[in-house]
């Protein structure tokens, strides 16, 4: 007796949600999964006319096509897929609409799904706005626990829900977002009147969004917010990184002379020109970082083909066999390397260059002298 066995391997491709204005990334499962979990759903739109539920489940819609990332209770899977609990304080009900039929982004459509469908899943996503505790949540140190409240409790859940995901599970930095134990508006704050503002007002100039919590919601956050700062603070040591402080210790005036002088730094760069104002830009790690490997510096070639007529440009792409280059007018050019002469440039290179020449005092002094660049 023959036994035929299918094999279906299901391809998940992540997708996500990105909000209208810059809002927060809000992840959903993607094309394969869904259109895997549509075909298989009983209350999906792949029924006949009329042989649909008069009022389907938006809990089942949910588990179907949004559980497979956001967890079963929106609880989220950090740090690669943020909870989708209090999404409604983020997006309007619209928003949300318009991003279930349309999708954005590598976000799929849900084009399957009827309207009556798409309202009972948004109303399953809005209904709720009580704080889903995270199964996560680390276990309470002994210094945070002299602090902890109901109220701290509240606002650890809503930073999980809605802040984890760039400032990091214990509010200690992330990825995207700076560590908040150790920030000077959360030092001054008082009562959550500055962690308030920043909540509510967003900083789109740093892709941060604003949320619509309520005065107790806000109270819970800056209660979770200090007391992690507290728990910081009675770590051993009392450290957890470098201060801006211990990269001041250089002397500015031997910091400039290396940077007119034996560092060659003059030679490219401009006190006045591209550097000016760049210590009011970054600070701390990220200026000594851009100063040691800038990320964005882009490399010039010249390219000289046999007609003898050289060609300027920002450099695109180099191997062992093809150059390439835009020109002034942003026109992509290319030629094998076997046919042409050419020559880089590269500004990152030179950064590298230096790594073997500094000494601990040059770089402490050219710190000091970028950090007068405000």
């Avoid at 200690?172 to 009147?193: F, I």
């Avoid at 962690?195 to 789109?204: A, T």
């Avoid at 969004?209 to 917010?225: K, T």
């Avoid at 009675?234 to 470098?242: A, E, L």
């Amino acid at each position: 007796m023959k036994r035929s066995v299918t094999i279906t391997f299901l391809v998940v491709v992540t997708g996500f949600f990105l909000s209208l204005n810059h809002q927060a990334p809000i992840y959903a499962a993607s094309s394969g999964a869904a259109a895997a979990n549509q075909a298989a759903a009983p209350s999906t739109s792949d029924k006949p006319a009329g042989a649909h539920s008069a009022e389907p489940s938006g809990a089942q819609l949910y588990q179907n096509d949004c559980a497979i990332c956001h967890g079963e209770k929106m609880e989220g899977i950090l740090p690669a897929f943020p909870p989708l609990a209090g999404i409604g304080r983020q997006l309007s009900p619209q928003q949300i609409t318009d991003l279930i039929h349309h999708g954005k982004g590598r976000m799929p459509a849900f084009t399957k799904l009827r309207d009556d469908e798409v309202a009972a899943l948004l109303h399953y996503l809005t209904a709720s706005q009580t704080v889903v505790a995270s199964a996560t949540t680390p276990s309470t140190s002994p210094a945070l626990a002299a602090h902890a409240s109901a109220l701290t409790e509240m606002g650890r859940s809503l930073f999980q829900q809605n802040c984890a995901f760039c400032h990091g599970r214990e509010a200690d930095g992330g990825e995207t977002g700076p560590d908040l134990t150790r920030s000077k508006l959360v030092a001054a704050d008082v009562g959550g009147d500055k962690i308030g503002e920043v909540v509510r007002n967003g900083r789109p100039e740093k892709k941060m969004p604003r949320f619509n919590f309520s005065e107790q919601e806000v109270a819970g956050l800056s209660d979770f917010i200090h007391a992690q700062a507290i728990r910081a603070q009675s770590m051993k040591g009392h450290r957890r990184g470098v201060d801006v402080s211990d990269l001041q210790t250089g002397n500015a005036a031997a910091g400039k002379q290396y940077f007119n002088g034996t560092g060659n730094c003059a030679s490219c760069h401009s006190a006045s020109g591209d550097l000016a104002g760049i210590a009011s830009r970054y600070e701390g790690l990220d200026l000594e970082r851009h100063m040691l490997y800038p990320e964005h510096a882009k490399s010039k070639v010249t390219v000289t083909p046999p007609s003898g007529q050289t060609v300027d440009g920002t450099l695109a792409y180099l191997d062992e066999f093809t150059v390439a280059l835009r020109d002034g007018n942003g026109t992509y050019r290319s030629w094998k390397v076997s046919k042409v002469k050419y020559s880089v440039d590269s500004p990152v290179e030179a950064h590298v260059e230096l790594f073997s020449k500094y000494t601990d005092a040059d770089i402490h002094n050219l710190m000091a002298y970028l950090q007068t660049l405000r």
